[in-house]
């Protein structure tokens, strides 16, 4: 549960669940692309289909440092809009791969996990602002990580969709 915590405050900081990243390296190159999918800021998310009917409209995400370094410390500072309240009974679903093999797959109350970063359902229509900062572990097992978060409201509208993919352990950059 801690890897899932920590590759979900990185995929979505509104939803940071833990105060750990435990898939990080010292060789990690900066995360970025240029697809027409990318969330804006330093950080290595793409929505995962266009965000134009999200609840959430993410005006930027930003992580210092990016990439992050094992053994450190990670800021996570990020802005959204919601164009609605999202009540409870919101739910986030989070699949995680190790490369081919999937490490996690699993639904979680978002009203639940939001508490990890000071908020509280009902998240009210606009503007909300996040900063987290989370210490990274030393140990970081090195390889492919493919992280999908989905979360969506009781009544299954679409908050966000946001995923990453990150090497870990060698001198290849990182895509969204």
Avoid at 44 to 60: G, K, M, R
């Amino acid at each position: 549960m801690k890897l899932s915590t920590a590759l979900l405050s990185i995929t979505f900081p509104t939803l940071a669940l833990s105060k750990s990243l435990s898939f990080l390296s010292d060789s990690q190159a900066p995360l970025g692309s240029d697809t027409d999918l990318a969330v804006p800021g330093d950080n290595p998310l793409v929505y995962c289909q266009d965000p134009s009917d999200n609840i959430l409209a993410i005006q930027h995400v930003n992580l210092d440092p990016n990439p992050p370094n094992s053994g450190s410390k990670l800021t996570i500072e990020a802005r959204g809009t919601f164009s609605e309240d999202v009540e409870e009974g919101a739910k986030v679903r989070l699949e995680v791969k190790y490369g081919l093999v999937k490490l996690i797959n699993q639904e979680a109350d978002l009203c639940e996990q939001i508490k990890n970063v000071d908020l509280k359902c009902p998240l009210k229509k606009g503007e909300t602002n996040i900063t987290k900062v989370i210490d990274i572990p030393k140990e970081v097992p090195p390889g492919t990580y493919h992280v999908l978060a989905d979360v969506y409201t009781k009544d299954d509208k679409k908050i966000t969709c946001l995923q990453a993919t990150a090497k870990f352990g060698s001198k290849q950059k990182n895509r969204r």
